[in-house]
């Protein structure tokens, strides 16, 4: 087992908490609809869960970022841990109270009754400001607590849900296992706040808020652009389309998990290497080997979807098929890591301007490439958006003189690139 241990890199471990973060949820899900919980009761569920990740996910993404590439240049790393937690529980109040008068003023449908709110944002406050816990244990270098941390959220989210369903399985209920949960990766936070000889407060640090405002706005700005495809399907082809294009509309999962997550370790590991060449080196490796992985696991769903969806749902999706298989094609700039190292460098400002663009480049695309191929032309904007986005950072990086293939294995990428496209080509083409 300890030989095991020491093969596994910092990324490996973000990457292994991911996975059964990602596992945890999908497995769950299962769970509830093999147990024949009712629809409405499921949709209740999953619509707590969007809510944590949509008052929260630009700005926790960006401050923990921001973390990740300051921590080892700080002059003062303990001020820097105790501003984080202290801005992330105020900002986690604040979200948790805006759902609560969000439901109590304006939502309407669901009629969540007044002990569901309170534990519904009881657990987005602690399931917010509880993603401390990996970035603390990753820049404190703790990997096999990151490890151990991952696993029992994995088994204890698990256990929660099916003594649920065994026993009463009602939306207070559910709820109410989230909660639990929550509050269990809470202790966990208590215990690592006590190691630091830290305690909570209530303040928000304006200085972190201004170094991390590029990267939350980015974030902020990024994530639109789902709801705006989502805006021009519903308006232009109507909902029977809409949950077409939705059911299609999804990356390979574990692709994107493995990706982000090296993505982030991978920040924290350049920003603390003895000199950034040697950092540049260990992105290059690790990207290199994670495309051996992804890609061909790409080329397998590529040629297998036009089978699967039919048979995982009916012949009615057989067009979200295609819409998956060109969703597929985002493994090409999900290969390339040029904001790990902008990020590394700590010039924010490049992600946010790069995001401008992104937006924009995904909008004209997919009004563009809509009017030519319906519905699926707005699944290419997005892959052209996403590319443009890597293309862009790359050529300020070389404006930074920091050279492409410094952190890519060029060959590698283009091969696995051109494959995918032509394996794309033919399962379109000759295989619908």
């Known amino acids: 087992m300890q030989k095991i241990f020491d093969k ?35 949709g209740q569920y999953e619509y707590i869960l969007f809510l944590s990740g949509l008052v929260s996910f630009f700005w926790i993404g960006g401050i923990f970022q921001t973390l990740l590439s300051d921590y ?26 805006l759902i609560f008068l969000y439901f109590t003023f304006i939502e309407k449908q669901n009629n969540f009754d007044v002990f569901s709110r309170l534990i519904i944002c009881s657990f987005i406050l602690l399931n917010t400001i509880t993603f401390y816990n990996e970035n603390y244990f990753l820049i404190k270098e703790q990997y096999k607590k990151l490890a151990m941390y991952a696993l029992g959220n994995f088994s204890l989210q698990l256990v929660a ?15 109410l296992a989230l909660f639990i949960v929550a509050l269990w990766k809470f202790g966990i936070l208590l215990k690592n706040l006590k190691d630091e000889k830290q305690s909570f407060g209530l303040r928000i640090d304006k200085e972190l808020i201004k170094t991390s ?19 021009l399907v519903i308006h232009f082809f109507g909902n029977e389309s809409y949950a077409i294009f939705k059911y299609g509309a999804k990356e390979f999962p574990l692709s994107l998990l493995l990706a982000n997550s090296l993505s982030a370790a991978m920040v924290f590991q350049i920003s603390k290497s003895e000199t950034i060449e040697d950092g540049l080196k260990e992105l290059k490796n690790q990207a290199s080997r994670l495309m051996h992985f992804t890609f061909p696991a790409t080329w397998i769903l590529l040629m297998s979807s036009n089978f699967l969806y039919p048979l ?5 999706f057989l067009q979200s098929a295609s819409i998956f298989n060109i969703y597929l094609l985002l493994i090409i700039s999900r290969s390339l890591f040029p904001q790990s190292v902008i990020l590394s460098l700590q010039r924010r400002d490049i992600i946010l301007k790069t995001a401008y663009w992104e937006l924009g480049i995904n909008v004209i695309s997919s009004v563009f490439l809509m009017s030519k191929f319906g519905v699926i032309g707005i699944a290419y904007g997005t892959v052209i ?18 050279d492409f293939q410094s952190y890519t294995k060029i060959g590698h990428w283009v091969i696995y690139t051109i494959l995918t496209i032509a394996i794309f080509f033919f399962v379109e083409n000759f295989m619908n």
Do not use: M
Not at 385 to 402: G, P
């Open 385 to 402: 958006a996403f590319l443009s986005e890597k293309l862009i950072l790359i050529y300020h990086l070389r404006n930074l003189k920091v």
């Open 72 to 97: 080892h240049s700080s002059s003062n790393k303990s001020k820097l841990l105790k501003n984080v937690c202290d801005t992330i529980t105020s900002l986690g109040i604040v979200s948790a109270t």
């Open 312 to 316: 995982i749902f009916n012949s009615q």
């Open 161 to 175: 849900i099916l003594t649920v369903l065994l026993f009463s399985p009602t939306l207070n209920n559910f709820a």
């Open 213 to 231: 405002s590029p990267l939350i706005a980015g974030l902020l700005i990024s994530g639109s652009a789902d709801y705006i495809d989502s805006f």
């Open 8 to 42: 596994l890199t910092p990324a490996n471990y973000l990457q292994f908490f991911q996975i059964a973060r990602y596992s945890g949820l999908l497995i769950s899900g299962i769970f509830l609809a093999k147990f024949g919980v009712p629809i409405h009761t499921i």
